[in-house]
């Protein structure tokens, strides 16, 4: 899954820049972790959208098909 890395990454870095009392680090961490979960929401975007696109065309096949079929039944 996109973005699990980026979020473990952050996690370990946000931990340790609050061990060391590393703002930076801390600061770091917690924008990979955003990155994570943005790539996480945009594959999740993606997926629902290819998904919805393929039942349209299912859709769009079954319509163009009865269309043939009352055609030909004439």
Do not use: W
Request: charged fraction near 40%; glycine fraction near 8%.
């Amino acid at each position: 899954m996109k973005g699990t890395k980026d979020i473990v990454k952050g996690r370990i870095e946000e931990a340790a820049g609050a061990l060391l009392d590393n703002e930076k680090l801390r600061a770091k961490g917690q924008k990979d972790q955003a990155v994570g979960h943005i790539k996480r929401a945009a594959e999740k975007g993606v997926r629902q959208a290819k998904e919805s696109a393929q039942k349209i065309i299912e859709k769009a096949k079954n319509v163009a098909q009865m269309a043939v079929d009352k055609v030909q039944a004439k």
